[in-house]
């Protein structure tokens, strides 16, 4: 028979702390995903339905990070091919495969980070779209321009991480304290 350990702590203190530790740790997951989603959302610049060939304007030069978006599963974008050239000077924009496609999803839709551009000044741009498949409906697909947010993503999704495995841990260690009497 083994001996029990005294270890000098109050059973109510354990579930204080693991119920204080579960309010912390919910409260942290929501805080961080209506930021995340506010960052998102404010980080678009441009959006534009998926047809042939547009022009449209950056208010600002930089980096833009290009998203194609439409339902989820839907396999629209199948070898499309995109073009961007400047349509003051007539020079193509080059655009950059990325080797890590962030997706963003929501019930119905997704949007797949797919390619990123530097625009060297405001104005207007011509986006040229190859490849879309016959009967793809432009008002339900598009593609979009955003801001640089990629760094920005991965710290709110350590935090997001982070704060499930306090609320876990909370709610294991909760538990163990209610069921095995100290």
Known sequence: MAA??????????????CVAGLAAGTAA??????????MLK????????????QTFEFCAPGEKYLHLQGPRFSTAFW?????????ATGEPVPLRGVIFR???????????FTH???ISHAGRYELTISGIR??????????VF???YRARAVLFILGLVFAGMLTVASIVFGIMALAHPI
């Open 146 to 148: 955003t801001k640089p």
């Open 102 to 112: 962030m997706v963003t999803s929501g019930i119905s839709r997704a949007r797949i």
């Open 29 to 38: 997951i929501a805080a961080l995903i209506v930021r995340l989603r506010r």
């Open 4 to 17: 029990e350990m005294d270890i000098g702590v109050n059973r109510d203190v354990i579930i204080s702390a």
């Open 134 to 143: 016959e009967g793809t409906d432009p008002a339900s697909a598009g593609v």
């Open 79 to 87: 070898g499309v091919k995109l073009a961007l050239k400047d349509e």
């Open 42 to 53: 404010e980080g678009v610049e441009c959006e534009l339905p998926v047809i042939p060939r």
């Open 116 to 118: 990123r551009c530097m």
